[in-house]
């Protein structure tokens, strides 16, 4: 257990829904990264916050949002639901280092499924 | 930007010998290289790292090393055991742009 933690751990909803992921870094983590792993697929970097803002962007989607909130959990936003928008999606939290390198941990995921 | 490739894309091992993958970055910048490992349904979980000025580092069975002039760095797994089969990433991080670019994962199988 990384001590990060994602909800829900499934969800099933339609095309051109919109869902909200969560996640809670571990305890004195102030950055938050969330990911999207789809089929047999790597890693893909989405967005990264660091105590409250965003430091950086990767792919992300602009159908998809993110933020991070004063108490540093943060929230996932897919809105206008496709097919290939169904992925794991995975938040990962690492401590306040000196920045030249952080260790970076894990949750357990959301599963998405997009009918 | 980061470009991380990684090889091979499936590896399959005698239970007891070694197993090598390994991981090429574009990105002279980056200067952090952690490997994970990914059980099924689980999430990736950290086993090893090795910053730019180190060249290898050792954790019982798991080695990683890392060639900087070449850009390529290998995890290496030693008398590997059926608990050893997972997917493995590589990233590579770049302290400029705060971003990771993970490889495209290996999955190893440990036959018993």
């Known amino acids: 257990d990384s001590g990060v933690t994602q909800t829900p751990k499934h969800l099933i909803t339609a095309t051109g829904q919109r869902v909200t992921l969560r996640c809670s870094p571990r305890s004195g983590d102030l950055s938050v990264y969330w990911y999207q792993q789809s089929l047999d697929q790597g890693l893909q970097f989405l967005i990264h916050y660091y105590n409250g803002e965003e430091r950086a962007k990767g792919n992300i989607l602009e159908r998809f949002s993110a933020q991070q909130f004063p108490d540093l959990h943060s929230e996932l936003n897919l809105s206008s639901l496709e097919l290939g928008d169904s992925a794991l999606y995975f938040c990962a939290s690492s401590p306040p280092g000196t920045g030249s390198w952080v260790k970076q941990f894990f949750g357990p995921g959301t599963r998405l499924t997009v009918l | 930007g980061e470009n991380v490739e990684q090889h091979p894309s499936t590896l399959s091992v005698q239970e007891g010998d070694s197993a090598v993958i390994k991981c090429t970055y574009s990105?002279?910048?980056?200067?952090?290289f952690p490997w994970y490992k990914q059980e099924l349904g689980k999430g990736p979980q950290l086993i090893i790292d090795?910053?730019?000025?180190?060249g290898e580092k050792k954790d019982q069975r798991i080695a990683v090393t890392l060639n900087k002039t070449a850009k390529h760095f290998s995890l290496h797994i030693t008398e590997t055991q059926p608990e050893d089969s997972a997917v493995y990433f590589c990233?590579?991080?770049?302290?400029?742009?705060?971003?990771?670019?993970f490889g495209t994962g290996t999955r190893l199988k440990v036959l018993a």
């Open positions: 990105d002279s910048a980056s200067n952090y």
């Open positions: 090795i910053r730019s000025n180190v």
């Open positions: 990233a590579a991080f770049d302290s400029g742009t705060y971003k990771y670019i």
